[in-house]
């Protein structure tokens, strides 16, 4: 019988439907998007790119409530390992977002490092490795970022180790959580690209639960993860190609890790991304539909 994962609260993202973008004539309306997560049997979403969703707080409470959906977080993009120069235009991102997420009475904000390959086109944007420098700016940047916010908008921040960026593998999720301050900064652990970057989710939860403020679910195709690798192909290109597949039929198995996480003993969102960017319209829902049911074979 599976552990009750009851402090698992579980939802999914427009990520899961192939949104990538605010605006983008390959993607499902953000219409058709609340109006299939419900039906697959999710509570919970996540704002995706901001734009997409109405910007309005008056409407978009009312589009999300009148589906019985609520909002778990808000996500952002930055380059904070540049140095100071990077907070202005960051801030500028930061407040549009984070005042619509605390709107939505959310209480999290994803942040994603900026990309150092390009995920369409494959151009290399900076070196994939931070000097000592750039690490000091990038983990200053964030525990400013993480205060201020925190006074501002009542959020807490939660860092997303994220393919092509430079918090990726292992090695940089350590190195980062080990220099940054607990009270100001936590992970988002996105499974999937977590294990993509070679790291193992349960052990990263066992070694640093503490630090654990939010989950991705997610999973990876070892098989076509391997040519990716072999490859160098960037991220973008190898979602095309399925790198990101459909549970159980990936890595890392989800039950263990939703289980390290429930014995964490906090209330953890653990929202579904399943990345599928282009993708068909009609091929999200019977995803989303199965992967709950899923979870909720593994007690989620």
Sequence with gaps: MAVALDRIRV???PDSWGVWFPDDPQQVPWQRFLDEVAE?????????????????????????SRRDLKVSAGTIFCGLHRGPSEWDSTWEQVSRVAALTQAMDAKHLVVIPSFWRDDK???????????TEQWGHLTRGMERLGREVKET?????????????HIDTEEHVERFLDSTDSGLVNLC??????????????????????????LHLKQVDPEILADVVKNEIPFGPAVQRGVMCEPPAGVPELGPVLTAAQKLGVDLFAIVEQDMYPCEPDKPLPIAVRTRAFLRSCGA
């Design 11 to 13: 939802g999914s993202a």
């Design 153 to 165: 908008y009542g959020l807490d921040i939660v860092v997303h180790p994220h393919a092509d960026t």
């Design 189 to 214: 652990l996105d499974t999937g690209h977590y294990a993509y970057c070679g790291g193992d989710s349960v052990k990263l939860i066992e070694t640093y639960g503490e630090r654990i403020g939010y």
């Design 40 to 64: 697959a049997g999710y509570s919970w979403i996540e704002l995706g790119p901001y734009g997409y969703l109405p910007t309005d707080p008056a409407r978009l409470k009312d589009e999300v």
């Design 121 to 131: 086109t494959a151009e290399i944007l900076e070196p994939p490795e931070l000097t």
